[in-house]
């Protein structure tokens, strides 16, 4: 391993830009430092590639990002003679760079690039590819992660993320280009010259708005301005298309201010993640000083959206798998009011999102698939039914505050889900109700589930080794109790289960609680899901508590 990153090293030092030949200088004498950066290539995961900026085959920089182009270029040339694509970026540190550096390389491959003007948030690149019928998509972005990361999300004609079996035909694109011969450039300005690189014009973001407005009427005819809101975009791609959106529903709207510039490095909060709840800190502040109902933030590439609300008990906030949870019985119990509700409807989720779901749409008399983690398989999925007719999509969620209605998408989109939120939340407000006491009424009626998750980060070559011993620790020699709850069943998702693709997944079942096991796709993190069902909240809260002292046993064994 030494070895080879030495000679990658050298390789680089020799042909690299030269900005990152200055920053393997300074590293030239640092041994853990090389081996960090040139021990393997950044990979594919749940969530595209990945990775920190910086010098290296398993960094982000111009590039991975010309090399990913040139092995997506040629994936999709041999799918069409001719193909287009849409190319959008956040606001992160090198996006713009590398959103441009991407479209040099399509455009030299003979392939159209629909390019964005500005920061734009993922449904939106989504709707785009749909709408614009191109073969495919980029979006330049790391999500949720710190400031020092940046990835490459990829997305096929459908407007959903590349599924695994699509992605392993770009890596073996990827695997046989080098990292600076056989890559085709052309400039911006000459690609532009040439029309081969155009801007999608603001009217395709109009759209976007209008298709959400009329679904969130059609569902809401009678909405009301009775609610005062308080959004906060975390720095982000959010800020225009949930402002719009929310006031184009009548709605008031406070904006905090010191967190609407498009900041890379997140100045105001640790981490710009709306799961995070200090990230809330500012909006709670203002949310107090208007006497808001609602706070609502969304990340920064606008997928996932997190939530508090005013109660007499001061701000509470929900999880992901609260709001799938009430958003679903909403648009399931609107339909029905309307009589819209179809009668081969189906409502899609992850395997480690809450099972409640099961309860609620049998008593609507829809039905429930599951997925594997990653909102692409819920975008494969819905495109399966579109072209059969099979099934009418209704819903889609995740436990990692991501959710979409409607199909005019096929990513979690953060945009709708604020105006569902928001419609949800004014007519209950109309009932002298509010989302808590809606919640706890669906819990009394449908069972008392929570859900857990505790997340463990092990960093560089040692620490992807722990995990794949836990894994592999797990998969032998499971617990077989958690508290009085004997193992019922393993299952190990790496060799199939339930027609779904394999994943290094496991399924642990013990009576009431259900402990799902997997290794992040994007992050060098092992996740441990924890689901219950208690008779009441009490016995959910000490279901919960035990399962986390089991997690920690299995983590320090």
């Known amino acids: 391993m030494l070895k080879e990153s030495y000679e990658k090293f050298n390789l680089w030092a020799e042909k690299a830009d030269e900005s990152i030949k200055k920053e393997l200088i300074e590293i030239k004498d640092d041994e853990k430092e090389i081996i960090e950066r040139f021990h393997k290539n950044l990979e594919f995961g749940t969530g595209g590639m990945r990775g920190k900026i910086g010098a290296g085959t398993n960094r982000i920089n111009v590039h991975n990002v010309a090399r990913v182009s040139q092995a997506f270029s040629n994936y999709l040339k041999k799918q069409k003679d001719f193909p287009s694509i849409v190319i959008a970026y956040d606001n992160r540190h090198f996006s713009k760079k590398f959103a441009e550096v991407a479209a040099e390389v399509f455009a030299a491959n003979n392939i159209q690039v629909h390019l964005f003007k500005e920061n734009t948030a993922v449904p939106i690149l989504s709707y785009a590819v749909r709408r614009l019928a191109a073969d495919g998509g980029i979006v330049i972005t790391a999500s949720h992660n710190p ?79 009775n609610l005062k809101i308080v959004y906060s975009s975390l720095h982000g791609t959010g800020l225009k298309p949930v402002t719009e959106i929310l006031k184009r529903l009548g709605f008031e709207v406070y904006v905090v201010k010191e967190q609407m510039e498009f900041d890379p490095n997140f100045s105001t909060v640790k981490s710009p993640n709306p799961e995070d709840k200090e990230a809330f800190e500012k909006a709670l502040n203002l949310a107090e000083e208007k006497k808001a109902d609602l ?75 599951e997925t594997l983690t990653g909102f692409k398989f819920i975008g494969e999925k819905m495109e399966k039914y579109s072209k059969s007719s099979q099934k009418k999509y209704i819903f889609g969620f995740e436990e990692s505050y991501g959710c979409l209605a409607n199909t005019h998408a096929r990513d979690k989109d953060a945009i709708i889900a604020a105006a569902l939120i928001v419609s949800l939340a004014s007519d209950l407000k109309n009932k002298n109700k509010n989302i808590r ?121």
Request: glycine share 8%; aromatic share 10%.
């Open 147 to 225: 400031p020092e990361y940046n990835g490459y999300k990829i997305y096929t004609s459908d407007g959903s993320q590349a599924i695994p079996e699509k992605i392993k035909l770009i890596i073996k694109e990827f695997e046989n280009i080098d990292f600076f011969d056989g890559i085709k450039r052309i400039e911006v300005k000459k690609a532009k010259e040439t029309e081969k690189i155009s801007f999608v014009e603001n009217s395709l973001i109009e759209e976007y708005l209008d298709e959400i407005e009329s679904y969130i009427r059609s569902l809401n005819p009678l909405l009301k301005n």
């Open 295 to 369: 706070v609502i933030a969304t990340d920064p590439d606008a997928d996932r959206i997190g939530i508090f609300e005013r109660t007499d008990k001061g701000y509470e906030d929900f999880n992901g798998n609260e709001m799938g949870i009430m958003l679903s019985n909403f648009i399931l119990n609107k339909m029905k009011e309307h009589m819209s509700l179809p009668g081969n409807g189906i409502i899609i989720k992850t395997i480690v999102s809450t099972d409640m779901i099961y309860e609620i749409a049998k008593d609507y008399g829809v039905e429930v698939e």
């Open 437 to 557: 006491e809606y919640l706890e009424e669906l819990n009394k009626k449908y069972g008392y589930y929570k859900e857990y998750l505790m997340s463990f980060a092990f960093e560089g070559v040692q620490g992807n080794r722990k995990i794949i011993k836990i894994m592999d620790d797990l998969k032998k020699e499971p617990p077989i109790k958690i508290g009085d709850n004997k193992l019922i069943e393993t299952i190990d998702y790496s060799k199939g289960h339930n027609n779904l693709p394999k994943s290094d997944v496991i399924e642990l079942r013990y009576g009431k609680i259900k402990l799902i096991v997997r290794g992040s796709g994007t992050e060098p993190k092992i996740k441990f899901y924890i689901l219950v069902k208690g008779e009441n909240s009490e016995e959910s809260k000490t279901l919960i508590s035990l399962g986390e002292d089991t997690v920690s046993n299995i983590v320090q064994g």
